[in-house]
């Protein structure tokens, strides 16, 4: 009975930590697919992608050199990963959990895609389906737009997606849009994504404490996030929507540790005054020691006829 | 040197002048250059060659033949930097501090202490640029020279003081080379001739007494300040560091003190020989020695008071950074040390010194044996331990980076600035009068005209 | 008695005759000189002002690499690759409108070494000689061991910049502190002021010496390694003018480093390369700067390690018993 006890619970133990590093890849994102076939080309980009950004914790694929983490990481040749959809190991580079990176900001679809093709090398027995190309677009064959205004009183950016094929232009409704700024490393999302209302029109509410550049400029830019739908429209506007930053010159005051032009007044002023009393010291002793030499030049010149 | 009245009869007196005869006679006599000045020049010369060719190895390899690393950067080199810019302290201490205060027995001192003075300056310089990684960039400080570093002030406060020690040396010779010049006839050419230039036209007159007293005057006072000032810009190398050890606000009296110290036990040394090798025990008393004695009592019990301030106040608080530092020299890897040098450089010598046995001149000049081998000893305390344990954990270097050993090409080109101060002694003290005559006889004449009025 | 009186004022007088006069002729000799030396220091400065007006003759608008249109000489207008003068004149300057700074989120680092390594390569430094180096921390033994990188912090109150007598290290307008081994004498008083013990003295000739032969000096790179000098982190100085992140905070595998600029209030993670907004990853994660309390004023910031997601090895702990 005991024994059965401590099996039971070994085993709810087990079953626990089991589901606790199960990681659940929503319905929808399991059956996500390639949009090109995999092949010799992708598999070395794919090789290439993996050393850089994968190996490091993962290993070399089939050797089992994995980093000893808790999670482990695994070996992606193994059974472990490979049982995984394409759709769900996509999903687990693009959101990370854990130790894991998230890499939607480092890899392009694409890219990720080629990885995953490259992982599959690895499967003798794996057969790719690739996704049909989509033909069921909002709007096909539609040039599909983006309109960003910046509304200051409310410091709201409105945003307008339209469709426009040959003269006639709709607004696109019900995509999913997000709204972006430029820094110098990378781009940050503000508000959350939203979606167009019957009118295409989507709004944004930015932070108030958003630095722009000298005159409040900001360099925004609004993507769909459902890029396979609406295609890769980006658009990159300049609003004056940020707040007025004048750029702060770390080494504008006197201090200590600035160069010698800025310096402390007082240091100057203390250090000059110091050496010029000193020198002129100096000076004046020299000048006593002149006159000892002028003294006995001007006496001497009489003192021999004396001595005589 | 004083020309009042009564001043003025004593130095036309047929006594002085007899009295000059006899004392230049004792002093002059070592101003020669015989063999034994040719040899122990010789064995200097080469002894400073070799140590020299220690120095154009570290040249070429860099300071990777020193025991320095990243985590004890400063090491020998710095700690006699920082002695010998103590002992070329004692100058100020004997002529101005004592000789203001109107101490006349310091009067055959005065010109040794000085000697000490300039000999240790002049070389403190060079062995800063020894510790330089790049000594060709030395030119760089003068043309790009911040005016908010320590070392800018250090290198200022440094030659100045030099200059003004070697006058404050010069200027009082003046009369004595007068006197001596028509004395040394059977010297080398070179030295009667500048001797010649060297006396600056002294006739003796009143007019130049009243001159270079003035003169004499001013530097006594200028070099108050400036000496304050080169050792405690020399303690603000460290001080202006957050380190523990060194981050300390007493740091700059606490210097001075100590460089009183080491000062003088120095020109106790440089007496001793002087007096036997020079025979010159007329001049250079036991009085002298007993009251030379009671000067390194007075300046060990200072230093011993800021000691106290430096480490039970730290000691007390135990700050992180502290304990860990007074740790290791309490009770860790630098005990030994630390305790031998203040127990045997410091407290053990002031408790010697109470009894009148040992002050004569033989105990006095072992006991400042002690003290001088404690002062560097005492600096290399202060400069390498709280390097050692820097804020952040030492990781991942080598084993070896984390106890500083000094090498023996380090050894070797510290021991070159030792033996080129003791060569700059040579040279002031053998070719030059080493003591005063003038002041001498003067000062002899008058004790004996005052005698004389009393009876 | 009288008579001699008058003798001596007469000597007297001589002797101040002939010192008042030779003052006299000195001052003037003194003076001389030195409306001489003032002469020609104006005609030097005043030479001076016309070669460089004359430079200034004929201009030319450009665009520079930080996006201002300026108008230079057209005789000053050379080809891209930046020679030794260019280099150290904006290296010295930094980069307009920055203000870099860095974020180490400890809860993230387990030890890895990918950013010491990346760094080593950069610069080529050996195995042992570090601008970032990775530390086992432990305050005490019932607070938790951690591993940090530790970078220079390109403190705002630098105290190694302070003390440097020829401004070999200095400060640059956009935050970092750099140094320009062209000038360093070596004296090494910026390794003892620095409390991070960030700085690394070339005690011998550096790794790549064969190899940087001939290369053009790049302060923002600290390459070629010049011996007897010293060396630290840069903020990877030179891949920020390219607006490219620095090398360890991209090497990192673990998304530990965040780095951005101040001023855009923005950081991106050189993993995920997901940029966030600063104040609100330090105040999120209860941000802290590294002994705050010497009042350096660091421009990186840590995130402390809690919530750690890995095991801290125990290997490691013995290592720091040892060292510390």
Redesign the interface.
Known sequence: MKNILLVIITLQLFIFDLKSQEWIVPDDKKSKLSTFPFDDITRKAGEKLFSVNCMSCHGTPGKGNFLNLVPPPGDPATEKIQRNSDGEIFYKITTGRGQMPSFKSVLSSPEIWNIISYLRSFNKTYQQQVMAVITSSAYPGADIGLFLLFNSSDSTVILRASATKGNSTVPVTGAEVKLLIHRTFGLLTVDEAKTTDKNGMATFRLPDNLPGDTSGNIMVSARFVNEELFGSSTKDTSLCAGIKTIPVNLVADRAMWNNVRKAPVWLILTYSLGLLTALGFIFYVLMKLRDIFIVGETLSSEKPSKEK | MKPDKMEESIITSERYIKKIDSVSSDILRNVRINRGFILWMGFLSVALAATLFAYTIQLKEGLIVTGLRDVTSWGIYIANFVFFVATSLVGMLISSVLGLSGAKWIKPIARIAEIIAVAFAAVAGLVIISDMGRPDRLPNVFLFGRVQSPILWDVTVVTTYFFVSLLLWFLPMIPDLAISRSRISDRPKFLIKAYEILSFNWIDHKKQYEILNQAVRVLLILIIPLAFAIHTVTSWLFAVTPRGGWDSSIFGPYFISGAFVSGTSAVIIAMYFFRVNYKLQKYLTEDHFEKIARVLVLVSIIYIYFNINEFLVPGYKLKSIDAVHLKELFSGHYAPLFWSVQLLGLVIPVILLLFRRMRKPFPLLIISGFVLMASWLKRFIIVVPPQAHPFLPVQNVPAEWLVYKPTLIESAVTTASLILVIMIITILSKLFPVLPIQEIAEEETRAEAEQLNSN | MSEKKNKKSS??S??DE??ES??RD?LKKVGIVGAASVTGAAAVYSGYRYEKSKSTGDTIKVLTEDNRLVEIPKDQVKDYKPGLKVLQTRGREGI????WVMVIDLS?C?N?R?CVNACQGAHYLRP?E?HI?????QESVNTPAYYMP?TCQHC????C????????T??????IVLIDNE???????C???C???A???????PLSKEADKGKEYNIELNVPQK???ISKCLFSADRLRE???PYCVSAC???VFY???????????G???????L?ELLEKNGAYR??AE?G?KPRVYYLPPKNR???FEKGAET??KE??
């Open positions: 000597e007297d001589k002797i002939a010192l030779s003052r000195f307009n409108g920055k203000r993230r387990r890895a990918k042992y570090y180096n990775t530390l086992v921390m530790k705002d109150n630098p105290p910049v302070s003390v440097c007598p020829v401004d070999a200095f400060k640059r307008q956009d935050g000038r360093c004498i070596g004296c090494r008083f390794m003892a002021a409390p991070y013990s700085r690394m003295f070339h005690w011998q000739e011996k007897g000098t607006d490219v992140l595998p673990n998304g780095f951005g600029d101040e001023n855009e209030n923005a950081v991106t993670n993993t995920t390369k997901e940029t966030v907004s104040s590294l002994m010497l350096t997601l890995f095991k290592d720091y060292t510390t």
